[in-house]
């Protein structure tokens, strides 16, 4: 007998799942909407020319001039327990803008973390050793994810209305009430933009009521940002949620993540910054960090973070970037349209689908409940999350009639 008779085998995760089914069905029509990795209209996954030019000019230099690399201290040794320095300067910067008072007097800790799951993670375990009993607030829904991290972590969390299925938008008045009803202190966890797994997000008039009650609340905002530049194309439109948030002089936390906008998904690349109300505060918070990531992974992967560093310290390599991230988010906005015209050709009932083009970002949530979903699945061979959400990422102009007959089929 094992001695590990008593584990049960564990259920496949919701969302990596799907993938795992899909590249198990044999029918050429399949389609995989689960998963939230941005795909060419070919379908394929896309390395971004910049990332490209980076990562050549690392190998070719490290079999060419090795001598150059060590002189430029691009070697393989460790980094420190909070990362790239050059990195977390960059990821701070474009969070908040480079002149942002809290940047110049120094307020923000900056840790790299293993991307946007780790970041949270980290930030999640600060939570549990610094603010005992704090209750933590999530949407629902929300990123399958979040529960998972804060469970591990063991910080008690709830949740907050969101979205209002009847309308397939924001439920703002549940919002703001929930978040009222928290007690003081409570750390509320906001998703920065490009909400997931709704894609709706509150208007900026919405954001300044939010952060009114979360300041009267003393509540600590608590931001996720895994899509900056990715919903709009804008990496300073994307963090005026943030900005906005620390402009009027709040503590805040915020996970970053790399895997969307710069395509760096398996190189695991983000960070952690915590904002104070003073740089002695922000010192003594990021030596805190260090000392939950040393026990946990030590310290950072560093090909990621010299990608990052390199292409936003790099003049044309930044503008670059940019322009494919608004080549990206345009690629998915001219899907949300032709999805929605698709949708209203079809449909002969009267229904309105412009719920669809209000939302932001690789997600759409069609309000398909699990029996639908199912069906969309087993029968048209559309994988997606069981909660109605399809990544519009991974459609194609193409396919966008397909899927529209998928749906009418599921609906009805
Ligand atoms: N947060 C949200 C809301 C996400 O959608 C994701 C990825 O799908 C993440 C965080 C973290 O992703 P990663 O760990 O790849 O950075």
Same mark, same amino acid.
């Given at each position: 007998?094992?001695?590990?008779?008593?584990?049960? $085998?564990?259920?496949?995760?919701?969302?990596?799942?799907? %993938?795992?089914?899909?590249?198990?069905?044999?029918?050429?029509?399949?389609?995989?909407?689960?998963?939230?990795?941005?795909?060419?209209?070919?379908?394929?996954?896309?390395?971004?020319?910049?990332?490209?030019?980076?990562?050549?000019?690392?190998?070719?230099?490290? &079999?060419?001039?090795?001598?150059?690399? /060590?002189?430029?201290?691009?070697?393989?040794?460790?980094?420190?327990?909070?990362?790239?320095?050059?990195?977390?300067?960059?990821?701070?910067?474009?969070?908040?803008?480079?002149?942002?008072?809290?940047?110049?007097?120094?307020?923000?800790?900056?840790?790299?973390?293993?991307?946007?799951?780790?970041?949270?993670?980290?930030?999640? =375990?600060?939570?549990?050793?610094?603010?005992?009993?704090?209750?933590?607030?999530?949407? %629902?829904?929300?990123?399958?994810? *979040?529960?998972?991290?804060?469970?591990?972590?063991?910080?008690?969390?709830?949740?907050?209305?969101? &979205?209002?299925?009847?309308?397939?938008?924001?439920?703002?008045?549940?919002?703001?009430?929930?978040?009222? +009803? =928290?007690?003081?202190?409570?750390?509320?966890?906001?998703?920065?933009?490009?909400?997931?797994?709704?894609?709706?997000?509150?208007?900026?008039?919405?954001?300044?009521?939010?952060?009114? #009650?979360?300041?009267?609340?003393?509540?600590?905002?608590?931001?996720? !940002?895994?899509?900056?530049?990715?919903?709009?194309?804008?990496?300073?439109?994307?963090?005026?949620?943030?900005?906005?948030?620390?402009?009027?002089? $709040?503590?805040?936390?915020?996970?970053?993540? &790399?895997?969307?906008?710069?395509?760096?998904?398996?190189?695991?690349?983000?960070?952690?910054?915590? !904002?104070?109300?003073?740089?002695?505060?922000?010192?003594? !918070?990021?030596?805190?960090?260090?000392?939950?990531?040393?026990?946990? &992974?030590?310290?950072?992967? !560093?090909?990621?973070?010299?990608? #990052?560093?390199?292409? #936003?310290?790099?003049? +044309?390599?930044?503008?670059?970037?940019?322009?494919?991230?608004?080549?990206?988010?345009?690629?998915?906005?001219?899907?949300?349209?032709?999805?929605?015209?698709?949708?209203?050709?079809?449909?002969?009932?009267?229904?309105?689908?412009?719920?669809? /083009?209000?939302?932001?970002?690789?997600?759409?949530?069609?309000?398909?409940?699990?029996?639908?979903?199912?069906?969309?699945?087993?029968?048209? *061979? #559309?994988?997606?999350?069981?909660?109605?959400?399809?990544?519009?990422?991974?459609?194609?102009?193409?396919?966008?009639?397909?899927?529209?007959?998928?749906?009418?089929?599921?609906?009805?």
């Amino acid at each position: 007998a094992s001695c590990f008779e008593g584990i049960a $085998m564990a259920p496949p995760d919701p969302i990596l799942g799907v %993938s795992e089914a899909f590249r198990a069905d044999t029918d050429a029509k399949k389609l995989n909407l689960g998963v939230g990795a941005y795909r060419t209209e070919e379908l394929q996954p896309y390395v971004l020319d910049v990332v490209n030019k980076v990562s050549k000019l690392y190998l070719s230099n490290w &079999y060419i001039a090795e001598r150059l690399m /060590l002189e430029r201290s691009e070697n393989k040794e460790y980094l420190p327990i909070e990362g790239l320095a050059a990195f977390n300067k960059v990821t701070a910067e474009l969070l908040f803008g480079a002149d942002n008072p809290v940047i110049n007097q120094q307020r923000v800790a900056t840790v790299q973390g293993l991307s946007g799951t780790g970041s949270l993670r980290l930030a999640a =375990a600060l939570i549990e050793r610094y603010f005992p009993g704090a209750q933590v607030m999530i949407s %629902s829904p929300t990123w399958g994810n *979040h529960k998972n991290i804060f469970n591990d972590a063991r910080v008690p969390w709830s949740e907050y209305r969101y &979205y209002d299925p009847k309308t397939v938008g924001l439920d703002f008045e549940g919002m703001i009430s929930d978040i009222k +009803a =928290a007690p003081d202190g409570s750390f509320i966890v906001l998703h920065g933009c490009a909400h997931n797994p709704t894609g709706i997000d509150p208007t900026p008039e919405q954001w300044e009521k939010i952060a009114d #009650v979360i300041q009267e609340k003393n509540h600590i905002p608590f931001f996720d !940002v895994a899509y900056q530049g990715f919903a709009s194309g804008s990496l300073d439109e994307d963090a005026s949620s943030v900005r906005l948030f620390a402009a009027r002089g $709040m503590e805040l936390l915020v996970a970053q993540s &790399y895997s969307k906008n710069l395509g760096l998904y398996a190189e695991r690349i983000g960070a952690i910054n915590v !904002v104070c109300s003073s740089a002695d505060a922000a010192a003594r !918070v990021k030596s805190q960090l260090k000392r939950i990531a040393r026990p946990m &992974y030590s310290n950072p992967p !560093v090909h990621g973070a010299r990608i #990052v560093a390199n292409v #936003v310290g790099d003049p +044309a390599l930044f503008n670059e970037w940019k322009a494919e991230m608004e080549m990206m988010a345009g690629r998915i906005k001219n899907v949300r349209q032709k999805l929605f015209d698709s949708l209203s050709a079809k449909d002969k009932s009267g229904k309105d689908w412009s719920f669809i /083009l209000k939302q932001i970002g690789m997600f759409s949530f069609t309000g398909l409940n699990k029996t639908q979903s199912d069906n969309m699945t087993n029968k048209w *061979h #559309v994988y997606m999350t069981k909660d109605g959400r399809i990544s519009l990422a991974g459609l194609s102009l193409a396919k966008c009639e397909y899927l529209a007959d998928a749906i009418m089929d599921s609906y009805h």
